[in-house]
């Protein structure tokens, strides 16, 4: 299998992990507003205690979003950084799909509805099924108000993450159709290192310069690392 360096720092926490023959190693911390300073050290510490550097690994996974706006921004920068430098393609991973994923493992359910609190009073949201292992999006990826949130059909849904901070403003379907929500299940590295391994088996890996944070809102804007260099000239 292939040596998958993990990043994510999409939401209070900060977490690291490398994926090595099927063995995931994460450092997984909840540090609000030092991920800047600590993401990188902690790159280092984790590669260190392998014996790995950048360029013996073969693809750098980070957490595209949705997500805190300027946290994704650190981990798609990172990750852009590190795997640029070292000709190393990169994986975007979902930020919902690794809260079903940690849902699933840690509470043996099949369909789950991820979330994070968009602030504004909206929040993120995807429904998933489990599949061969792995969560498949039933609906696409949205923002929205709370009172907007529409459920698939089905009343065995898991409530994960925090966007659940808005369940009594939802209607009173989706409150009757859901387990209680279960709102400390975060995105963490580890299940994106996990992730990030069936999308490099797939093929999908893609250059350093095409990597772009998901933000579901519009007005926001990435700078690919092309048009970064012409910034700083």
């Not at 805190?68 to 990172?78: E, K, N, P």
């Not at 949201?125 to 089905?154: D, F």
């Not at 391994?197 to 579901?216: C, M």
């Amino acid at each position: 299998m292939a040596k998958i360096l993990a990043l994510d720092t999409s939401t209070d926490a900060c977490s690291v992990a490398l994926s090595i023959d099927g063995e995931i190693q994460e450092d997984f911390r909840i540090i609000p507003r030092q991920h800047t300073r600590q993401l990188l050290p902690m790159v280092d510490e984790m590669l260190t205690a392998a014996g790995l550097k950048v360029n013996q690994l073969d693809a750098i996974a980070f957490g595209r979003g949705p997500g805190s706006f300027a946290g994704i921004r650190i981990a798609t920068g990172a990750a852009q950084g590190l795997a640029y430098a070292a000709n190393l393609p990169v994986i975007p991973v979902s930020t919902l799909s690794a809260i079903a994923l940690k849902a699933a493992r840690e509470y043996k359910v099949e369909r789950i509805i991820s979330t994070l609190d968009a602030r504004m009073n909206e929040l993120y949201s995807c429904a998933y099924e489990m599949r061969g292992g792995l969560p498949v999006a039933l609906v696409k990826e949205t923002v929205s108000a709370p009172g907007n949130i529409v459920l698939p059909e089905g009343d065995d849904w898991f409530a994960a993450g925090k966007g659940w901070v808005y369940l009594e403003s939802m209607s009173a379907q989706v409150q009757q159709s859901i387990s209680t929500p279960v709102m400390d299940i975060y995105p963490a590295a580890g299940v994106m290192a996990e992730l990030a391994q069936e999308a490099f088996a797939r093929g999908e890996g893609i250059s350093a310069e095409l990597a772009q944070p998901v933000y579901l809102r519009d007005e926001i804007s990435w700078k690919k690392i092309s048009e970064q260099k012409k910034k700083g000239q």
